[in-house]
């Protein structure tokens, strides 16, 4: 679906308003990264933010292979490259486009989250993991460093202590563990996992879509941000948000008593 090789592509019109679906598509490999996905992931989080207003992205799973959402980089596709260029023309530009996707994202985490697998689930804005998951830091391993958003995500989710703990011993963080430190947003049952992901999705691309673009600015601010800084920052925001068609719509419903049809605009 969608035209890739390496992920599928589909949207999901069948609820109020259409959820972009990424599976990545390599379970062989447990869903690991090469060049090709990169490369694909980046184009088709453009293309998600540009045909729906949700998104949604989880691993694929195929008989006989063990599930997992993705096992991080592909050391096969590796070997011979320059991990500085890698970086720069593949990681960041694919996950900075999930980061900074228009639309509201959420991660069904089924199975292992290695190294980038982890940080990918970390870049979309609320992430599931099935209680069976596990989340690794495994660059200790290869003697590198958590790159991929990785040394950016871990201090502020976990705290330093426990970045370092990850990142430095490299041991299994079971989901609901990663859950109570702050990791991800939530852990439910395997078999309940699409249903809870799948029904968040939907419920996010009926809301007001581009407020929740705008808070996603104002809070991936507030960290570098003094407080003069975050309140000129918010008047702005909300004066923005003010202006759309979604907070007329939100006021109208609630003077009216009854639930509002946002349109994302």
């Known amino acids: 679906m969608g035209g890739y090789e390496t992920i599928r592509y589909e949207i999901d019109a069948s609820a109020d308003a259409p959820v972009a679906v990424i599976r990545l598509a390599r379970p062989e490999k447990m869903n690991a990264m090469n060049r090709a996905m990169r490369l694909e992931l980046g184009d088709a989080f453009a293309r998600a933010g540009a045909e729906a207003r949700a998104l949604l992205i989880t691993g694929a799973e195929a008989e006989g292979f063990k599930p997992a959402f993705c096992a991080g980089q592909d050391l096969e596709d590796v070997r011979a490259s320059d991990l500085r260029k890698t970086l720069d023309e593949e990681y960041g530009p694919a ?14 985490v089924n199975g292992a989250a290695a190294g980038a697998g982890a940080h990918l689930a970390m870049c979309a804005d609320i992430c599931f993991a099935a209680r069976s998951a596990k989340f690794v830091e495994p660059f200790a391993r290869l003697g ?7 040394s950016y995500w871990l201090p502020r989710r976990v705290g330093m ?6 990142t430095l011993l490299g041991e299994p963080l079971a989901a609901e563990q990663a859950e109570e430190w702050g990791l991800i947003w939530r852990a439910v049952d395997d078999a309940a996992l699409w249903e809870v992901s799948e029904a968040t999705a939907n419920r996010l691309a009926a809301g007001p879509t581009a407020g929740f673009r705008l808070t996603k600015e104002a809070l991936r601010a507030s960290p570098t941000n003094d407080l003069s800084a975050q309140l000129a920052l918010e008047r702005e925001l909300q004066g923005e948000a003010s202006d759309t068609a979604d907070y007329a719509e939100g006021v109208q419903a609630f003077l009216e008593k009854r639930p509002p049809r946002f349109e994302g605009r």
């Not at 996950?95 to 069904?108: D, K, M, N, T």
């Not at 202590?161 to 990850?166: P, S, Y």
């Open 161 to 166: 202590a426990r970045a370092l703990g990850m």
């Open 144 to 150: 590198l460093i958590p790159a991929g958003t990785g």
């Open 95 to 108: 996950f900075r486009g999930l980061i900074e996707l228009p639309i509201p994202s959420v991660a069904a």
